[in-house]
């Protein structure tokens, strides 16, 4: 009976999953299903692949097999070449001023810190474990400017400028802390602190105490750091070139999108008087194009100003970017808001919750998801668009590539330069494209979630 028993459960025992046959997968079942699926995909798959190979060929036949890597001078150049080769020693040669502008060389470093320090003040955000993700990016939105105005401009600080100098860098001692306690620890900070003092057992009102005790010996730490820190001051009108560019996009981003949801929800609101300042605010930047706006801000914003105020040049750019931003972002976010079924307002009344605290948990977090494409696409065109600050005077990254080619030894020397901002541009517009994409495939938003 035994034996029975098992020859029927061999008899039965499930069989181990086959490899999927050849021709439905792998690298030659995706050509055949993408590119060569019918005759009109097929021949189109074979003209785009005919243009790619002459297109590709030509680029690098001029840009890296009949180059010029070493000279002297555009004339040389030309003589070794011609036109038909790119002539990359005067590329190289300004690089540093297409990087940073006029930004003295000796003092770089402080321009590499800060934009490091960005990348780790950012970086907990894609650690798994992290929790605080939303504290920490506001702390980076909030502190970090502060604290990279400081190593940009340097220069004396005031005794208020060095309070939030010191926050930055409370803030990112805090980030960092919080981050190494729930990435490895598991826990908050607040008990790995606890739990290094041995106060774990100690009660509440205790344990608060301490914390806020910890803090606020941090704080006074970093302000003394700030009493003894002093760095040599830059003035605004060195900046220049992919720093003057990030340092412009970046505070317009940043801006933007905080800015445009409160723009978006005044407009909603059935306050008269906030719906219609918001809207008024949102139609007249939005009614008028960027660089008018550039110009209003550079050239009339002076004259409405008490008399002997002077308003940084580059602040008064900054200004009208965020405005700007703001004002189209401010759209995007209202069409989110719309696209939200009636039924989710309903639904965050019937738990009870007010206005603020359904738009916080509920409404806005499905508007920004449903958005995604959008705001990114905003936030790619507003980095492309601070190109337009150069008709004010301001020497970023494309005014600088015009540089290249007005210098005497590298005269007539255009399209190299511009060949080198098109590759920047493609490298951090294509970065933030492809986050976008990963980010609405992991909240599981698009029509593609493979």
């Excluded at 005031?158 to 990112?172: C, E, K, M, T």
């Excluded at 008399?307 to 209202?334: P, S």
Aim: glycine share 8%; charged share 15%; hydrophobic share 55%.
């Amino acid at each position: 009976m035994a034996e029975t028993h098992a020859e029927t459960a061999l008899i039965f025992q499930p069989k181990p999953a086959r490899p999927a046959p050849a021709a439905a997968s792998g690298p030659v079942a995706w050509m055949r299903r993408n590119l060569f699926s019918d005759v009109p995909n097929a021949l189109m798959t074979l003209l785009g692949g005919y243009i790619l190979f002459v297109v590709v060929g030509a680029v690098l036949d001029w840009a890296v097999f009949g180059a010029v890597w070493s000279a002297e001078s555009r004339r040389e150049c030309l003589d070794a070449v011609g036109r038909a080769g790119a002539c990359w020693p005067g590329v190289a040669e300004w690089l540093p001023n297409m990087i940073y502008g006029l930004y003295p060389k000796e003092l770089v470093w402080r321009v590499n810190l800060g934009f490091l320090t960005l990348l780790l003040w950012i970086a907990p955000l894609f650690m798994p474990r992290v929790v605080s993700k939303v504290n920490i990016g506001v702390s980076a939105v909030l502190l970090f400017p502060f604290l990279a105005s400081y190593w940009f401009h340097g220069g004396e600080m005031g005794l208020l400028w060095r309070v939030f100098v010191a926050a930055g860098i409370w803030g990112f001692v805090w980030v960092w802390a919080t981050a190494l306690s729930e990435q490895f620890a598991g826990r908050p900070i607040g008990q790995t602190l606890l739990a290094a003092l041995g106060a774990e057992d100690a009660a509440d009102a205790d344990q608060r105490r301490i914390l806020r005790i910890a803090a606020a010996l941090l704080y006074v730490a970093a302000l003394a750091l700030t009493l003894a820190w002093r760095l040599e001051e830059v003035g605004t009108r060195l900046w220049g070139g992919l720093f003057l560019t990030l340092v412009i996009s970046g505070i317009g981003i940043t801006f933007s999108l905080p800015a445009g949801i409160l723009l978006a929800l005044g407009r909603r609101s059935d306050m008269p008087v906030i719906s219609m300042l918001s809207t008024a605010f949102i139609e007249l930047f939005r009614s008028v194009p960027l660089i008018t706006i550039l110009f209003m801000f550079n050239t009339m914003m002076p004259l409405f100003m008490p008399e002997g105020t002077d308003v940084n040049q580059l602040l008064r750019a900054i200004v009208a970017v965020c405005f700007f931003a703001a004002a189209y972002m401010a759209e995007v976010i209202r069409g989110g808001l719309q696209a939200i079924p009636r039924g989710q307002y309903e639904a965050a009344s019937s738990l009870g919750l007010g206005y603020w605290r359904s738009t916080q948990l509920i409404v806005m977090p499905q508007a920004l998801r449903i958005m995604i494409p959008a705001i990114v696409g905003n936030f790619i065109g507003l980095f492309k668009d601070t190109t337009l600050v150069s008709i004010i005077g301001l020497f970023d990254l494309m005014s600088m590539a015009r540089a290249v080619g007005e210098d005497t030894k590298w005269l007539g020397l255009f399209i190299e330069p511009f060949f080198v901002v098109a590759m920047i541009y493609f490298v951090f517009c294509f970065a933030m494209s492809s986050y976008s994409i990963g980010l609405e495939k992991k909240l599981a938003q698009g029509r593609d979630r493979g």
